[in-house]
């Protein structure tokens, strides 16, 4: 990374608008996931182990902002349930996400939130099922939180790590949360191919496909 590229983004971080940006990427990202949130909130988490931005901050801006965004998400749920049903693909993830919900609740939107791709599609069916809006509330709430949490804390440990090098800080960021990830996919897929029936595997990949087409 070039000093003038690194210098740029330490003018960024260190301004008083990284708070309102924080913010709007995680709100737009939960309708919009093309939006790089958890990299900017990651970013943000490593520069403030140089004491700025304020981590606190960042953490409640994130935390807002996707409860925001998820709710705004929920909201065209509600409006589009008639296309969530409709088609082969996505009414089988109408089908079960409803399942979903019955089984666990509102559990399922803190799980989503860890899964790629599942953050979205969750929130847009559980408002197309008319998930009541107080439940959804509290457990996304409660997803936001622990995400930004996550997200901001895994930055500002690898800051620490390399509190003198920003650019090994964040690739060190970044990689535990790409690992992360991955892991979280492969017990995933591992669960699903153990306790799965045949049929309802199906479901759930076309829940993501449905997410990204109306995402798209």
Do not use: C
Request: aromatic fraction near 8%.
């Amino acid at each position: 990374m070039s000093h003038a590229l690194l210098d740029l983004l330490n003018d960024v971080m260190t301004s008083p608008w990284v708070y309102l940006a924080l913010f709007a990427l995680a709100a737009v990202d939960g309708f919009f996931p093309a939006v790089p949130s958890e990299t900017a909130v990651i970013t943000a988490g490593v520069f403030a182990a140089t004491g700025r931005p304020n981590l606190a901050l960042v953490i409640l801006v994130s935390a807002l902002g996707a409860f925001a965004g998820d709710h705004i998400s929920y909201l065209i749920g509600r409006s589009s349930v008639g296309r969530l049903r409709r088609g082969r693909q996505a009414g089988a993830a109408f089908a079960w996400a409803s399942k979903a919900l019955a089984e666990r609740g509102g559990m399922v939107l803190v799980i989503a939130r860890y899964i790629p791709g599942g953050r979205t599609a969750v929130t847009l069916t559980m408002g197309a099922v008319r998930h009541p809006l107080r439940s959804f509330s509290l457990f996304d709430g409660l997803a936001a939180g622990s995400w930004a949490v996550y997200s901001a804390l895994i930055g500002y440990f690898g800051g620490m790590a390399f509190e003198n090098d920003p650019v090994k800080g964040l690739l060190l960021g970044f990689g535990v949360a790409m690992a992360i990830a991955a892991t979280t996919e492969v017990v995933r897929h591992l669960r699903r191919r153990r306790s799965v029936p045949v049929g309802e595997d199906g479901s759930r990949e076309a829940l993501a496909e449905a997410g990204a087409s109306r995402e798209g």
